[in-house]
């Protein structure tokens, strides 16, 4: 079965719609409903019904998405593998969740890029259970996340610690910055249970979000108080933006690297984790000239 029919397939799931999903793939959309019908022939089950002017998945075509996901992914893999870029002997695949990249990873990426330039990387956003897998089903090198992975098969270690700092867009004490406009910020499952026992009795936040960046927007647009990596925020205290809240503490979170035990590129990783070790979080370039 040709990987572009899983392509067009995966196309179909994301748009709900053929037209749509035929305007992504540079393709007609008689061509998406042929190889629609070519997959459904295939395992002889309907993948997509028609509700009114929508498009839905049955539950065979539900069932049929992950599987679909990795073999699009593990060719993508292979490409990058195969088609070698000038010099470049070995491609790396690098995911972080979006709150790393946020914080940490985007000057570790500059960093690692000057002192290794014999290698290509490819560099991903993506959530804790799809890095989880993607190390498992070995479409992706090394992942970063501020939770170790518990799996036998993964090697989880520290390289790194955040400090996160209290942030208001005014002048504030913990109990104002936590009573209007506070915004949660995922810094895993750690960090919720600490913070449930460090402010016992908080208001509902406002808002709950998995990425520092649409906390550090919103307040700045509207106003509020977020916990925030000094890292990210740094520039925006020194301009009088934001301020440190009088009587909070800063809060230390791990940055751990996970990689698949026996990986082929074992060597190239554990040249990444000596420098990502030696790697300060530092701000990254957009944020420094906001800040200016």
């Known amino acids: 079965m040709d990987v572009k029919v899983f392509r067009t397939f995966l196309a179909v799931a994301k748009q709900r719609h053929f037209g749509r999903a035929a305007t992504d793939l540079y393709i007609t959309q008689a ?54 870029e000038g010099n470049k002997a070995v491609q790396l695949s690098i995911a972080g969740t979006p709150n790393i990249w946020d914080a940490y990873l985007q000057q570790g990426l500059s960093r690692i890029i000057e002192a290794l330039p014999e290698y290509g990387f490819n560099a991903q956003a993506i959530g804790r259970e799809q890095i989880n897998n993607a ?44 009573a209007s406009g506070y915004i949660y910020v995922d810094w895993g499952t750690r960090f919720a249970s600490e913070h449930g026992q460090r402010h016992p009795g908080t208001p509902a936040p406002f808002l709950r979000t998995s990425t520092a960046r649409i906390a550090l927007d919103l307040i700045l647009e509207k106003g509020g108080a977020a916990y925030l990596p000094l890292s990210l925020v740094q520039p925006l205290l020194d301009s009088r933006q934001l301020f440190a809240v009088s009587d909070a503490q800063l809060w230390q979170r791990p940055v751990y690297l996970s990689y698949r ?9 554990s040249r990444i984790q000596a420098l990502l070790a030696q790697t300060d979080p530092a701000t990254a370039f957009t944020l420094q000239q906001l800040g200016d």
């Open 135 to 178: 190390l498992l089903d070995r479409t992706l090198d090394l992942g970063l996340l501020f939770d170790p992975m518990k799996s036998d098969d993964l090697v989880s270690q520290e390289v790194a610690t955040l400090d996160l700092m209290l942030v208001a867009t005014a002048p504030s004490t913990v109990a104002d910055a936590l």
């Open 261 to 269: 035990k026996g990986s082929s590129s074992v060597d190239a990783i």
């Open 31 to 84: 061509a998406v409903s042929a190889r629609i019908k070519q997959l459904e022939g295939f395992f002889d089950a309907p993948l997509f019904v028609r509700d009114r002017n929508a498009i839905k998945l049955t539950s065979a075509g539900e069932r049929l998405v992950p599987y679909a996901e990795v073999m699009v992914n593990t060719l993508e893999q292979a490409k990058l593998a195969l088609a070698l």
